[in-house]
C-alpha cells in the first residue's frame, strides 16, 4: 500500500530484511532503461502532490534519465499546479537539481512541458541556461534570471543571497555596454 502511493517507480524500491530488493510497480525496469515513471495515474499522482512535477525534474537533472511519455504528458497537463506550492518548497527543489550534472536536460524538459512558465520571472533565464552547460549554483541561476526578467519578490531569497543578487545586478547595469561583461 505504501509502494503505490510513491511518485516514481525508481524511488518505490524496497529491501527487506535479508537485503533482497522488492519491486513491486517496475522500478528495476525502468532504471535499467533509464527511466522516470510515475506510479499508476500520473495526472493522479501529480494532482495529489504538484511537487512531485519538480521531483521529477530533479531526479532527471541528477541521474540523465528520461521523463517516460505518460509521466512527461501528464506534466504537461499539470504544470499550473506548480502555483500551489510554497515557495520555500519551490527554492528547494531548484536548490537541490540546479548544481546537478543534467540540469540543461531538466531546463529542456521543463520548457517542453511549460512548467517554467509558471516560475515567476525564471521563464527567460531557464531558457537561457537549458543551453549551456557552465557549472551553476543556485545564487548564480537566480542572478542570470533577474538580470532578464527583474528581481521579483515573489521568491522569498535570503538577505545574503539578495544583497548579493541586488549587487551583481548593479555592476550589471553599470557595466553592460562593457565588452568584458558582454562576453561574461
Same mark, same amino acid.
Given at each position: 500500500e505504501d509502494v503505490i502511493r510513491r511518485d516514481f517507480t525508481?524511488?518505490?524500491?524496497?529491501?527487506?530484511?535479508?537485503?533482497?530488493? %522488492?519491486?513491486?510497480v517496475g522500478g528495476k525496469k525502468d532504471l535499467s532503461k533509464q527511466l522516470i515513471r510515475a506510479i499508476g495515474n500520473p495526472k493522479q499522482r501529480f494532482t495529489e502532490d504538484a511537487l512531485r512535477i519538480l521531483r521529477a525534474f530533479r531526479f532527471q537533472a541528477k541521474l540523465g534519465f528520461e521523463i517516460e511519455i505518460k509521466t512527461k504528458e501528464a506534466i504537461k497537463e499539470t504544470a499550473n499546479l506548480i502555483q500551489t506550492i510554497s515557495v520555500e518548497r519551490l527554492i528547494q527543489e531548484l536548490n537541490y537539481?540546479? *548544481?546537478? *550534472?543534467?540540469? &540543461? !536536460?531538466?531546463?529542456? &524538459?521543463?520548457?517542453?512541458?511549460?512548467?517554467? !512558465?509558471? /516560475? *515567476?520571472? %525564471? &521563464? !527567460?533565464? &531557464?531558457?537561457? /541556461?537549458?543551453?549551456?552547460?557552465?557549472?551553476l549554483q543556485p545564487t548564480e541561476f537566480f542572478i542570470i534570471c533577474f538580470i532578464l526578467e527583474g528581481i521579483n519578490d515573489y521568491w522569498r531569497l535570503s538577505k545574503k543571497q539578495l544583497y548579493l543578487i541586488k549587487r551583481v545586478i548593479d555592476l550589471h547595469e553599470i557595466t553592460k555596454k562593457d565588452d568584458f561583461n558582454k562576453m561574461i
Open positions: 525508481i524511488n518505490a524500491l524496497l529491501m527487506d530484511e535479508d537485503q533482497q530488493i %522488492l519491486d513491486y537539481f540546479i *548544481p546537478s *550534472p543534467h540540469r &540543461t !536536460k531538466a531546463f529542456q &524538459t521543463m520548457i517542453e512541458t511549460g512548467v517554467h !512558465k509558471y /516560475l *515567476p520571472s %525564471l &521563464t !527567460k533565464g &531557464t531558457e537561457h /541556461l537549458a543551453h549551456r552547460n557552465d557549472i
